[in-house]
């Protein structure tokens, strides 16, 4: 059986790599303006490979001025291309969280407008990230939080937004993984280098699978369900 990737960065290390082979569909994020045409470059090379495009909170301060509208002009030209990876991060290396809000609004105001799924990268700043979407897209907007990792109080209130995917990495906080019906779950490599891609996807599988047959279910159909909820993810056209 063939798995589906919710989230790498495969553009950095090109598709010669183990991971790929057992992949049936990976979303590949971009970050910012520099990587986007790489991963548009890998995604017509591979069918496999779904493009999305995002500027990260990490490379906020580097972009130039017109990213939003290199942004719009790539989203334009790419219908079958996501957004992401997008988000607000609280960690010493990032921008003013007030700056990276106004972008992040940006981007999913532009979600809005192509009609297309978001996948967001959060830090230790759900509270707002949470805020902000519930002011700028509708709940059932499809949206992958990777590496999910909020308070457990706060789990949800992420849960009562009917659009909300939640993926999960070689090491999930699996107190969190239980709390999240099976449907909603998808696994992620989160890969940007080939040498610990196909281990963190493998990571990724077990540990959701252990927590799926403790709770009386197969493997096989915990694989089937992950690839399933991506597909939904993926084509899902929200209601206008
Ligand atoms: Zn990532």
């Known amino acids: 059986m063939r798995f589906s990737d919710a989230h790498g960065h495969f ?33 017509d090379r591979d069918s496999r490979i779904e493009p999305a495009f995002g500027l990260h909170p ?4 580097e972009a130039q001025p017109d990213w939003l509208e290199t942004l719009r002009g790539l989203l334009g030209e790419t219908p079958r291309a996501s957004i992401g990876e997008i988000g607000l991060d609280r960690t010493r290396r990032s921008p003013a969280l007030d700056e990276q809000e106004v972008a992040l609004r940006s981007q999913l105001a532009m979600a809005l407008e192509f009609r297309r799924p978001v996948t967001l990268h959060c830090v230790r700043a759900w509270g707002r990230l949470l805020r902000v979407l519930d002011e700028a897209i509708p709940p059932d907007w499809p949206v992958m939080l990777h590496d ?10 992420f849960l009562a937004r009917s659009g909300s995917l939640f993926s999960f990495g070689a090491l999930p906080c699996i107190e969190t993984l239980r709390e999240i019906p099976a449907h909603r779950i998808v696994y992620e490599s ?12 493998d990571g990724a599988r077990k540990a959701i699978i252990s927590v799926a047959i403790q709770q009386g279910e197969e493997s096989l159909v915990v694989n089937e369900r992950a690839n399933a909820a991506l597909d939904r993810f993926l084509e899902h056209s929200p209601a206008a």
């Open 190 to 201: 989160d890969a940007f280098s080939g040498a610990t891609s196909s281990r963190s996807l």
């Open 148 to 157: 999910f990792r909020a308070p457990g109080e706060m789990i949800p209130l």
């Open 11 to 43: 553009h950095t290390f090109g598709l010669e790599k183990p991971l790929l082979e057992k992949c049936r569909r990976a979303i590949c994020c971009g970050t910012h303006p520099g990587d986007w045409q790489e991963v548009l470059c890998l995604s």
């Open 58 to 61: 990490w490379y906020l301060a």
